[in-house]
């Protein structure tokens, strides 16, 4: 048996609130996100950083956090599905995944609609190149990725101004 | 008149909780005093399992530790035969087969103790080809190796060869895919001998695993309880294998009378459950001087995997769509599925019909070829017409039109200035362009009398509120049934899209609508609730409660009254198989499928010669497919069909050392990306169908089939490399193309 870790206190800032839980230094921000702060929106689809269906926002970068041990996140900034409709209200690129098809099975909709939000936060105006770049990171088995593209042109055509 | 919502993109009924992240898959849900469970496998593909020793340095007085002799009834994973044990005992058929299952409340130790489980095995000899299992290296089932074979007969193939203008043979393989579904297999099982076993889970059909799990543990049909929760895809991934991982946290459930949560992490997903079965397909086909057939004689041999599982109806599948949509006058097809030491392969999106669709297709090329004729030119003169007769003699009533589907896939891509324009040009350049197309066809619905046995059945009720609610056994998975039905209740009814509700899966509640796979989904339990939606309209209109010219809130206050006035208002409906659908199983012919869809798929692609990469260009995909219900959705199963298809022919390689997938990661097993998928052209050619509901036939398959012949009949067009094998991968391309045009990749 190793030797027994002991768990420290994380504090940082989820969905625009102050946030602290307990976690294992080396465990993963992915399982912190799920199981103590209980936002299950952040999915778990291959555990290696190559899916990005646990994709959230740190400090404003797209991050795989399942890669991110959970002490990284002290004093970040961190932004999960939960926290993009604002009041109820469906973002624009929730919207327009819902209209054009974006998400069929939805395990990966959570991690590519952060994908999505990071782009357009970096690209207000992405080409078509721009976008498929911005989504490489996120895997769908179901869409072929169109409907999603389509979705993300959608949303940024409709909002006209940068986010 | 109430607008129709047929042929709308009503948005997907629970997308919601798909887009704000709010919809709870089976990981999402949590039980007090709930274990973990986990899996100890055989290292090994075959052997005697001698001792299993539990390592020191493990608190094992925590674990619950289940091994085949805790089962408490019978231990097989019921499917068509019970050859497969649930969990091994004494001996082992193949690698990752399971065989002692562990629980924990804590997660992390669970995993350090799984590691040190050790299952001692004395090695048997193992067989991992089909070439060795067909010469009987060893016989590893049966006895002969043989799960099931079969033999479709028209006319008089041996006697066609004499007079035959031009006999051309090939011989084409395809390899194991794996499903990936993003969202890994998981249950969580409640066991007790006194509340009997209740699973949730990420799965398609609820009755197969309660099917499964009522021998295992002894109970009676009335105390299994299965729950679907949210599926975050399926594709036949989770066709059959949930009854296995249902079982398991049943057991560990059952012996520590705690709830037990069992999530496969990606590379156990890989490596331990079902792929799409590999297969090699040999094509002789006589041919008169004008190109037409004279005779196509076909055998096919897939590779099922250690345990029968569902490979006879993918056999089946597989050879009745091995002659295509064409009219020949003489078929032989000759199938089998054999046994292999490696984990069963099962159900995947396409069941059996691309691997024989991908032979013919590339078949067919060079069938044209060696004719002189053109690609197109040759199917023209071959493709099947209304009133002719199928391989498996099936008189084809339906109107079919393949060459329209053809002209349009064509005019859309312009194919023949492509064709011509990429022949001038690739030889100046180190890029190769190719044009290339598969014309096919797909049943939908169970094979045969398939839809007989199961005589699905659909409810579609009124409730107080005033709504109407549809209870199905039918399970979504993304590919929206849930809005299909909504639809289609809707439009029978005429009332609003928002009136409908589609009850979860849950078997304590739905009925048992056949499983949700075979395209069958949206055209016979689509086509029940249609029915029973009219049922419950007419017993409405018959109360007088429900006037003419009704609109919504009049349904729903018609709804409310009858309730109140005479109680409950269910309306039931079963499958009843039309009078004139006839299938032989013993001589394999007649109406294998109450319908098809009928398509063509055309790709082009560029090759780098300096580096053998395959881009697939652009994508068109025509198909006739019935009525459209739902556009968005529609094309969203031809464009994610479309990219496995892709998949499946130049990237998706499962590598076996030993009987066991050694790349079961997303890192080293590879599907394509937004970076790798075209833009895909899709096109729907509507003919109604009469029985399907409201015309609409199957579509989720379809697109598997054509796909991977396309890519792979554009590669050979740009390379010249005679593409035999699928995936294409770059090591074996750039060997071909170095070897000289029309050496064999």
């Not at chain 2, 009335?222 to 599926?231: F, K, L, P, S, Y």
Request: proline letters at 5%; hydrophobic letters at 40%; aromatic letters at 8%.
């Amino acid at each position: 048996m190793p030797e027994p870790v002991r768990k420290i206190r994380v504090h940082c800032t989820v969905n625009g609130g102050p946030v602290a839980f307990e976690a294992y230094p080396m465990s993963r921000l992915l399982d912190a996100l799920r199981e103590e702060l209980k936002l299950t929106g952040t999915k778990e689809g291959c555990g290696e950083g190559e899916c990005g269906a646990c994709a959230v926002e740190m400090n404003g970068d797209l991050v795989n956090s399942c890669l991110v041990p959970a002490l990284h996140a002290e004093g970040a900034n961190i932004r999960t599905i939960e926290g993009v409709a604002r009041a109820g209200v469906l973002d624009a690129l929730q919207q327009s995944f819902l209209e054009h098809g974006g998400a069929q099975c939805g395990i990966c909709t959570p991690g590519m609609i952060l994908a999505a939000v990071n782009l357009l936060e970096r690209h207000p105006q992405p080409t078509e190149l721009q976008i498929r770049e911005g989504l490489a990171g996120n895997l769908c088995r179901c869409t072929g990725y169109i409907k999603i593209f389509e979705s993300v042109l959608d949303a940024y055509r409709k909002q006209g101004l940068p986010r | 008149m109430k607008e129709s919502v047929i042929g709308k993109s009503i948005l997907r009924k629970e997308g919601r909780g798909k887009v704000t992240g709010s919809a709870c898959y089976i990981d999402d849900l949590n039980f007090p005093e709930m274990l973990y469970g986990t899996t100890v496998r055989s290292p090994l593909a075959r052997g005697r399992i001698r001792a299993i020793h539990f390592d020191e340095g493990i608190p094992w007085d925590q674990f619950t530790i289940v091994t085949a002799k805790d089962i408490p009834g019978q231990n097989y994973v019921a499917l068509i035969v019970n050859d497969q044990p649930c969990l091994a005992d004494r001996v082992v058929n193949h690698a990752e087969e399971a065989v002692v299952l562990l629980a924990h409340p804590d997660k992390y130790l669970l995993e350090e103790a799984r590691r040190n489980v050790g299952i001692e095995i004395d090695p048997l000899p193992a067989i991992f080809t089909i070439e060795d299992s067909l010469a009987k290296k060893e016989i590893i089932w049966g006895e002969d190796n043989i799960f099931k074979c079969y033999e479709v007969n028209k006319g008089d193939v041996d006697s066609a060869w004499a007079g035959a203008a031009f006999v051309v043979e090939g011989e084409y393989e395809t390899g194991a895919q794996e499903q990936l579904y993003i969202e890994p297999q998981g249950v969580i099982a409640r066991a007790g001998p006194s509340e009997g076993i209740t699973v949730w889970g990420s799965l398609q059909c609820p009755y197969y695993v309660h099917k499964a799990l009522t021998p295992i543990f002894g109970l009676p049909k009335d105390r299994v309880r299965v729950i679907q929760t949210e599926t975050g895809g399926g594709f036949g991934g989770k066709e059959e294998y949930p009854s296995m991982i249902a079982a398991h946290a049943g057991l560990l459930a059952w012996k520590s009378g705690k709830p037990v949560k069992m999530i496969y992490d990606r590379a156990e997903d890989m490596v331990a459950t079902t792929k799409r079965h590999p297969s090699r397909t040999r094509h002789r086909t006589a041919l008169r001087r004008d190109g037409k057939f004279l005779a196509m004689d076909i055998d096919l041999t897939m590779d099922g995997g250690a345990y029968e599982t569902l490979s006879p109806v993918v056999l089946s599948r597989g050879t009745i769509h091995a002659a295509g949509p064409y009219h020949c006058p003489n078929v032989r097809i000759r199938s089998r599925a054999v046994a292999t030491n490696v984990p069963p392969h099962g159900a995947f999106r396409g069941f059996g019909a691309p691997q024989s669709v991908f032979a013919l297709e590339r078949h067919l090329d060079r069938v044209a070829a060696a004719v002189g004729l053109a690609p197109d030119e040759l199917r023209r003169r071959n493709f099947i017409h209304e009133g002719q007769t199928l391989a498996v003699s099936q008189v084809v009533r339906e109107k079919v039109d393949m060459d329209r589907l053809l002209d349009r896939a064509f005019e859309a891509s312009s194919y023949h200035q492509k064709r011509e324009r990429f022949e001038r040009e690739n030889p100046h350049s180190t890029v190769k362009k190719g044009i290339g197309f598969a014309a096919f066809l797909h049943g939908a619905g169970f094979t045969g009398s398939g839809e007989e046995y199961l005589a699905s059945e659909a409810i579609v009720e009124a409730t107080p509120e005033g709504m109407v609610r549809v209870l199905a056994g039918s399970t979504e998975m993304g590919q929206g049934a849930n809005t299909v039905f909504t639809q289609v209740a809707a439009e029978t009814l005429g009332i609003d899209c928002g009136q409908i509700e589609i009850l979860r899966p849950d078997t304590a509640y739905v009925p048992n609508s056949g499983p949700t796979v075979a395209s069958r989904t949206t055209m016979i339990v689509g086509g029940l609730v249609e029915s029973a939606a009219r049922q419950l309209q007419e017993a409405l209109i018959h109360s007088g409660l429900l006037k003419q010219g009704y609109d919504s809130e009049g349904f729903a206050d018609a709804c409310r009254q009858y309730i109140a006035e005479f109680g409950p208002l269910t309306s039931l409906v079963k499958y009843k198989q039309p009078a004139d659908i006839h299938w032989d199983d013993q001589r394999y012919q007649g109406d294998a499928y109450g319908a098809y869809g009928w398509a063509v798929y055309l790709a082009e692609v560029s090759v780098d010669t300096r580096t053998a990469e395959v881009r697939v260009d652009h994508f068109t995909a025509v198909q006739e497919v019935g009525t459209i219900v739902n556009p968005t959705l529609a094309a969203g199963q031809v464009e994610g069909g479309v990219a496995q298809g892709i998949g499946f022919a130049v990237y998706e390689n499962v590598v076996w050392k030993d009987g066991r997938m050694i790349n079961g990661q997303m890192t080293n097993y590879i599907m394509p990306t937004s970076m790798d998928v075209p833009p895909i052209r899709v096109i729907f050619e509507e003919v109604p169908y009469g029985r399907g509901p409201r015309g609409a036939k199957g579509i989720g398959e379809l697109p598997l089939d054509g796909t991977a012949p396309a890519v792979a009949n554009a590669i050979a067009h740009a390379t010249g490399v005679d593409i035999r094998r699928i995936p294409v991968l770059p090591e074996a391309l750039i060997e071909a193309m170095e070897a000289g045009d029309l050496a064999h990749a």
